[in-house]
């Protein structure tokens, strides 16, 4: 029996997170969603308690519930991005083996019957987590959401935007959503998939065995390089947007 009281969220004692499970098992709704998520999870920030959640995530995650086990999923994924953190609860991989274990096959299971982009990005990036990948897998799915990642250059340090989708695939120093915007923009040179390595190997052919082709499509520039248009210098889009994050942790 986990002793709730005994561990802490983002407000403090957990004592009152086996109520909000039950209610959201019995009635869930997005604003209590919202409320574990909060907790448990706030602003990225993981706790004793987060973990201390995983054996109940993973139990919703088999859910026949598609809605109930996606959210489980992408809050899963989310906590578990954050086990390298400073957070009191010890060896969680080792620990929670046998729950991330079963996260790891519900998120495929999803994942082979997501029609929703979106959904799938939150799943793919769940995947990564519950596989342990290390470096940026919490930026994936908002990047290619919102089309657009923001880095800094590593020779120039300018700030720049990595754009990639309807508007188009090229890097720029500007807000290029301005009508009077004139500062040079540069195309993006995409990966080959067949050079494709590691992390970036894994979701290519993840995405393209769903039949999910847009996303290996935009996954190839993800995992390509960019030229700064102000100081002409050639990075990999994937090594800087991994750099900034450590740097901001």
Known sequence: MTDWPQLSHAYGSAEDIPALLGRISSEPTAELWNDLWSALCHQGSVYPASFAALPWLAETAANVNRGQAVNALALAGAILA??????????????????????????????????????????????????????????????????????????????LFIVLGERGFFSTSDDYALS???????????????????????????????????????????????????????????DQISTDLTNTQ
């Not at 082979?112 to 519950?130: G, K, P, W």
């Open 180 to 238: 009077d915007s004139t500062t040079e923009t540069l195309p993006l040179r995409p990966a080959s998939p067949a050079g494709l390595e590691g992390t970036g190997r894994r979701l290519h052919d993840t995405a393209s065995t769903d039949g999910q082709h847009e996303i290996a499509h935009l996954l190839t520039y993800v995992y390509g390089n960019a030229t700064c248009p102000d100081c002409k210098t050639d990075f990999s889009i994937t």
């Open 82 to 159: 954050g086990d390298g953190q400073p957070h009191g609860a010890g060896d969680v991989r080792t620990e929670h083996s046998t729950d991330i274990t079963a996260l790891l096959a519900s998120v495929n299971r999803h994942l082979r019957t997501a029609t929703d982009r979106t959904e799938y990005l939150n799943l793919l990036e769940a995947m990564l987590s519950f596989e342990g990948a290390t470096g940026w897998n919490e930026d994936l799915a908002w990047g290619l959401t919102n089309e657009e990642y923001e880095v800094s250059c590593p020779g120039c340090e300018t700030s």
